[in-house]
């Protein structure tokens, strides 16, 4: 039998020669998973002896992750703004880039509005609704998708972080009006699908033959979800209240004109950590502009 620290060694070895670039990473999460243990229990148990059962699942998760499959999928969980999140197929996995949609609500809303009424529209997972929750807890929130099975996965991500007594999920078609119970809010916030439909099977493989398409899927040209949601959804703001979505490369001038169309009262763009603008914020009129 290998102890944990060898059958480690062999898995990032096996990913290093396929090329994978974070194997040192990756083989950790797979070795972990397959002994049901921490990241830090892990590495406290580098030393012990593993068993035939936790050697078989690493082999298998390695044919799987070498066939293409991502490493979320197969360990079923992946961090987002530091809190764990539960993911599988029915859901993207989260991304660095959209951890700025938290940095950019929170800029707005600490020390000026922090009981905020919050909208995620096209959840998926939850996990900008959950990073929003726990970094502002006073905040209400209500998390939307059209997807029940992405539905489902968000509310174990709510529950897991201790969210459910302060968040509503709602099935409802972005694209579309909303429902009349839904209220209003301070704050829209939205990582829609925005590939264009010609672009999507040349996406990396990894994204293409395992993420769901239609959480990919923005339309001939991109911009489907961005204008529904400005159509429908905007009538759900309050005079002052934000809308912020994740845009994709190239995308951000155009919606930031759209905002502006839309009858918003300014709009301006941040961006991500290799300097795209990734972000698109919205302000709405407030009363003292309105009258």
Same mark, same amino acid.
């Given at each position: 039998m290998k102890t944990y620290n060898e059958l480690y060694l062999t898995a990032r070895n096996v990913l290093r020669q396929y090329g994978v670039e974070s194997?040192?990473?990756e083989a950790r999460l797979l070795v972990a998973q397959a002994a049901g243990k921490s990241a830090a229990d892990l590495l406290r148990d580098m030393s012990l002896y593993t068993t035939p059962t936790v050697e078989n699942k690493v082999t298998d998760y390695l044919a799987r992750r070498l066939r293409g499959e991502p490493v979320a999928y197969i360990t079923g969980s992946w961090e987002f703004?530091?809190?764990?999140?539960t993911v599988n197929s029915d859901v993207l996995i989260p991304r660095m880039d959209t951890e700025l949609l938290v940095d950019a609500a929170k800029s707005l809303l600490v020390g000026r509005k922090m009981d905020a009424r919050i909208l995620?529209?096209?959840?998926? &997972? @939850?996990? #900008?609704?959950?990073?929003?929750?726990?970094e502002l807890p006073a905040t209400k929130l209500v998390a939307v998708d059209i997807s029940a099975s992405a539905l489902e996965v968000c509310r174990k991500n709510l529950a897991s972080n201790r969210l459910t007594s302060r968040c509503i999920v709602m099935q409802a078609d972005a694209t579309a009006s909303p429902p009349l119970s839904i209220g209003t809010f301070d704050l829209i916030v939205s990582n829609p699908?925005?590939?264009? &439909? @010609?672009? #999507?099977?040349?996406?990396?493989?990894?994204?293409?033959?395992?993420?769901?398409?239609?959480?990919?899927?923005?339309?001939?040209?991109?911009?489907?979800?961005?204008?529904?949601?400005?159509?429908?959804?905007k009538s759900?703001?309050?005079?002052?209240g934000y809308i912020l979505f994740e845009v994709g490369e190239d995308q951000a001038e155009t919606v930031r004109d759209m905002v502006l169309a839309a009858g918003f009262a300014s709009a301006e763009t941040r961006k991500d950590t290799q300097g795209i603008d990734r972000v698109v914020?919205?302000?709405?009129?407030?009363?003292?502009?309105v009258f």
């Open positions: 194997c040192s990473l703004y530091g809190l764990p999140m995620d529209l096209c959840c998926g &997972s @939850g996990c #900008i609704v959950c990073a929003l929750g726990h699908p925005y590939i264009p &439909s @010609g672009e #999507i099977m040349s996406l990396d493989s990894s994204v293409r033959d395992f993420e769901p398409i239609w959480a990919l899927d923005g339309g001939k040209d991109g911009l489907r979800f961005y204008k529904g949601i400005l159509k429908f959804w759900l703001l309050r005079p002052g914020i919205g302000k709405m009129y407030d009363m003292e502009q």
